[in-house]
């Protein structure tokens, strides 16, 4: 039974001069606080970043302020628990990774940090090769929107799933995974008129994971851009150069 590939999405921030769209930023990240942190952790986000998604110091400050901060020691070595500031992490839902797995059937849910460019299916020849022209670099939010809405098919005649494991053809690693259909129509509000559908949250919640793994993609790419410019009109001045130094031998 192969592994499906995902369909190829419109991200805002791909091809040479994409950047972030932050509206989409912050839906998506209403999604991963209000659906997916119940188990994912993301431990190498402070929540300061969110700055970068256009919330004022103040907005990040209150909303750092829900979270509660296990501290310490304090002076008479003691743990001690306080509201979240700007320079903490996304906390974990599980104190462990035996626990996290524990309470999913054994499968703990992977760490979000990092997960837009830790995942992604293999595109194969020749695809990989136009990739490297086009600059294709969205296998991981591609991949991720296909697992979120790739769990309506059935599974094939005749395919076993295992217990506690539910049917979903994008997964790559393997037929079922142990994470159940996290979303559903209408099940967080945007109160920009953005429709409720699985589909939109989970483009949403994938842009968001994008920027959590390359918050600098914007920079990156500007860089970039600047970085060829330089190297073509370098490369042209290199060659009026050799042509004026080799121009008196015969
Ligand atoms: C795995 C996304 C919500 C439990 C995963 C993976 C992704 C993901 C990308 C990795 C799949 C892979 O290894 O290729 C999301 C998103 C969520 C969400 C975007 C929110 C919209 C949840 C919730 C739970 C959960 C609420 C718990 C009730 C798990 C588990 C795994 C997993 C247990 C490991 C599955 C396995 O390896 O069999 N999720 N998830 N997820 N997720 Fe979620």
Not at 3 to 11: A, E, G, N, T, V
Not at 14 to 41: I, M, N, W
Not at 79 to 106: C, H, I, K, V, W
Not at 177 to 183: S, Y
């Amino acid at each position: 039974f192969p592994i499906h590939k995902p369909q190829q999405m419109d991200w805002s921030f791909a091809g040479p001069f994409g950047t972030y769209d932050k509206a989409q930023l912050q839906r998506g990240l209403k999604v991963y606080t209000e659906v997916c942190a119940a188990c994912h952790s993301m431990d190498l986000v402070a929540f300061r970043t969110l700055e970068d998604l256009g919330y004022s110091e103040e907005q990040v400050k209150a909303f750092a302020a829900e979270y509660t901060i296990e501290d310490g020691p304090n002076d008479d070595g003691d743990m001690f628990e306080r509201p979240g500031l700007p320079s903490d992490y996304f906390t974990s839902p599980y104190p462990n990774l035996q626990a996290a797995a524990a309470s999913n059937n054994g499968a703990a849910p992977p760490d979000f940090s990092l997960i837009a460019k830790a995942r992604g299916v293999e595109r194969g020849f020749p695809t990989f090769v136009f990739d490297i022209f086009t600059q294709y670099a969205e296998n991981g939010p591609d991949y991720i929107h296909a697992l979120l809405t790739g769990y309506d098919e059935e599974p094939p005649a005749g395919m076993d799933i295992p217990e506690a494991t539910y049917y979903n053809p994008y997964f790559i690693g393997g037929k079922s995974l142990a994470m159940a259909p996290p979303l559903s129509d209408e099940q967080v509000t945007y109160e920009d008129g953005t429709p409720e559908t699985v589909d939109q949250y989970s483009r949403d919640v994938s842009a968001f994971l994008m920027w959590a793994a390359e918050p600098h993609l914007e920079d990156r790419k500007k860089t970039g851009f600047r970085v060829m410019v330089f190297l073509i009109l370098f490369a042209g001045l290199m060659y009026a150069t050799k042509r004026r130094v080799w121009s008196k031998i015969p």
